[in-house]
């Protein structure tokens, strides 16, 4: 059971479909196609701002934002953290009965 939920973590992070979110010049959040709650587009500047955005706290809420932009994202992000919260459920239960 952990090994499916840390599958559906990793597949929400890196490989579900979702929108960019990356925030453009102009002020406005990048609509391109990309690949997982985590990446950027194709674009590489986009690739580093997204992964940026984990480690700033002022710019949490944009990378939130971006989290809820979609209906793909939303499943993704739904999914994901059902998938973190079944893995830890599943951890405590394996290491209290062990």
């Given at each position: 059971?952990?090994?499916?939920?840390?599958?559906?973590?990793?597949?929400?992070?890196f490989w579900a479909p979702a929108w960019c979110?990356?925030?453009?010049?102009?002020?406005k959040?990048?609509?391109?196609n990309s690949r997982g709650l985590l990446l950027g587009c194709h674009l590489r500047q986009h690739r580093w701002q997204?992964?940026?955005m984990l480690f700033y706290s002022k710019r949490w809420a944009q990378f939130t934002r971006g989290m809820w932009a979609s209906p793909?994202?939303?499943?993704?992000?739904v999914s994901g953290g059902i998938g973190t919260v079944s893995a830890?459920?599943?951890?405590?239960?394996?290491?209290?009965?062990?």
């Open positions: 059971m952990m090994i499916l939920s840390g599958l559906v973590v990793v597949w929400s992070l979110g990356a925030a453009n010049r102009n002020g959040f990048c609509i391109n997204k992964f940026k793909t994202a939303i499943l993704a992000t830890v459920a599943t951890g405590i239960k394996d290491f209290v009965l062990s």
